[in-house]
């Protein structure tokens, strides 16, 4: 049952462009032009999901499936794309009643889920990506029509602008961000979670000593072990808290000095539907300068005092044991201390972090 007037739904549309936290309720308006309970708008790049939004009346269970493996078997946006139609397209025109129900689709969510018959659109955008609606009806409801799926299609036009706007808006928004950066000497791109690079500033089309460009618009690190990390720290964007450096050392080499890479996720209302999970990849150059200062630690490395002061006695290549005598704390405290320096540096020996902490400048005061 329709709870909101065409004219009205397609201005909510371009707002949702600019705001997408709007794309929920979007998407439930539209559906209940097609007597959909549940409707899912998702961004794909290449062969995975990059961020999708759903509606709320969407019964749970679809973000786990969008997540597995069982998502990749799935035939339905292959013959979503296949169909080459600009408009909404039904199940029965993708495949017969029982190839449907035996689609991952539907044994891996949909069936327990208590939905069937299901129509689809599908959004090509400049990045590159595939931009689709999908809108499902619950079980017993009958095929979608040829009147339903014209109502559908009216919205189509307004929904494919929407997501051009979109993908330039927060183009835009990022850009602006990679710029500003550079305003304060900071070489800085903004990548996605295959390390695709969706700005660059243009400090770091300077610093080929410790980055090259991979095929993809991807970038990567000249130090081998450095760039471990940083693809890991990369695809590791979706999840805030994961355990893996993202301040990451670059060791100096006879011809360049050492440099540390952060990679900051970006998370929460300014991470995007179009663009996906991504990150600011920064590049801090570093000068060679005796023993590491407080500040340069923390600053790299978001190290605690604590943690500071086990570093730099580390560097100085001062024992555990002892460092824990120095400061009167347990063996066992500093030992914690060490591992979340290794943690936080990247690194796994106590040598390695004495080695990159040599090398590492003190910052003039002011």
Known sequence: MKTVGFEELVGRIYEA???PELWPSVI??????????????????????????CSPGTPPGIDDYLRSAAVTHS?????????????????????????????PAMTEYAT?????????????????????LHLHRRAGLPKFDSQTLAQLDAFRPHLARAALLAV???????????EALA??????????????VLVANELIQKVASWTHWLPDDRIALVDKGANELLQRAISELRDPVAPSARSIPIKPTATTGAAVVHVVPVTGGTRDLFLGAFGILVITPVEVSGSPAASILQALFDLTPSEVRVAQAIAEGVSLDRIASRHAVAIGTVRAQSKAVLSKTGLHSQAQVAALLAGLPKLPAG
Do not use: C, E
């Not at 305003?183 to 695709?196: E, S, T």
């Open 183 to 196: 305003l304060v000497g900071l070489p800085a791109a903004i990548v996605d979670l295959r390390g695709r």
């Open 28 to 53: 439930h308006d539209v559906g209940q032009y097609g007597d959909a309970v549940a409707g899912a708008l998702l961004a794909a790049r290449s062969d995975h999901w990059v961020g999708w939004r």
């Open 17 to 19: 462009a600019m705001d």
């Open 168 to 178: 330039r808006w927060r183009l835009g928004k990022v850009r602006a961000a990679a």
């Open 75 to 103: 035939q339905l946006t292959p013959l979503l794309v296949q169909a080459n139609r600009a408009g909404f397209v039904p199940d029965q025109d993708m495949m017969s009643d029982d190839q449907w129900l035996a689609d």
């Open 112 to 132: 327990a889920a208590g939905l069937h018959h299901a129509a689809a659109t599908a959004i090509h955008v400049p990045t590159g990506d595939l931009v689709i």
